[in-house]
């Protein structure tokens, strides 16, 4: 415990002060002044998702609240693999290139002590700089309604870690079959926004699996806690309610699910390479 304790540390120490997370800090600032400049002083995107002539302003105070929020985490959702791909993805290549996994190998320590460190670590980055965007968000929305955010923005909160915690564990794992920093990452973001997007368009064309089992559908679960709706996909039902009970917790479980496909992958490769040293 101690030993993973402490790798865990060096790893967050020395990436807090790289350039990778500085760019994210000063990235979601931008994307956060944008979002803000776009919500609060534009009705268009709210209006867009209102039917008929109805005017956004004539909508009962909670539905313009759901909204807001609705709209806000229609962006949230790339964050978390944008950090992944930044902090995951690069975890384990980059001590192929400075050429410490030899050293890292010889210690006394397990493959999954080594692997959880670096998802554990990139996961605790990658809230850290999300959390830029959640702090805006709050201060954004008292601004706006004078009222701070409900409960379902605590379970918001909890999600985007859930989501965030799940794309790291993936982009480790796919970072456990490279050397190279920008090979691994350019690979996890090709699968996850190419390949797992036509196995999406092929599940939902052909009715072979629901949609929500693949993991880009499944991480938009963020925005459905309020409005149960997905604009990227017509074969899901709109409701103006939050998502809620059963449904929810099943994508939570699916989301737990390829943590841990993903951590077992990244085990046994690892494993398998330093064998192989």
Known sequence: MFRFLK???FFIRHTVRSRAFLFMIVLNIVISILLASV?????????????GNIQATGLPLQ???????FQWANIMI??????????????LPYEYERGTIFSLSSFPVDSFEIILS????????????????????IGIFIFHFGTIPGTSFIIYIFLILLVTFSDVCFA???????????????????V????????????????????????????????????NADPYFLTYSFSLSPLRGFPLLYISTI????????????????SLRRVMK
């Open 7 to 9: 790798m865990t540390q």
């Open 39 to 51: 919500l609060v002083l534009s009705t268009a995107l709210l209006k867009s998702f209102v039917p």
């Open 63 to 69: 539905l313009q609240e759901r909204l807001f929020n």
């Open 78 to 91: 790339y964050i978390p693999v944008l950090s992944a791909a930044f902090f995951g993805s690069t975890a």
């Open 118 to 137: 670096k998802i554990i670590g990139a996961t605790v980055l990658s809230f850290l700089s999300t959390s830029v965007i959640i702090i805006f968000q």
């Open 172 to 190: 480790v794992g796919v970072s456990a079959f490279f050397k190279n920093s920008g090979h691994s990452s350019i690979t996890f973001l090709i």
């Open 192 to 227: 996850y926004l190419v390949i797992f997007d036509i196995i999406s368009l092929i599940a939902t064309g052909t009715g072979a699996i629901p949609p929500v089992l693949i993991k880009t559908n499944t991480d938009r679960v963020i925005y459905r806690v309020f409005l």
């Open 255 to 270: 989301l737990i699910f390829y943590s841990l496909a993903s951590i077992i992958v990244a085990c046994s490769v690892f």
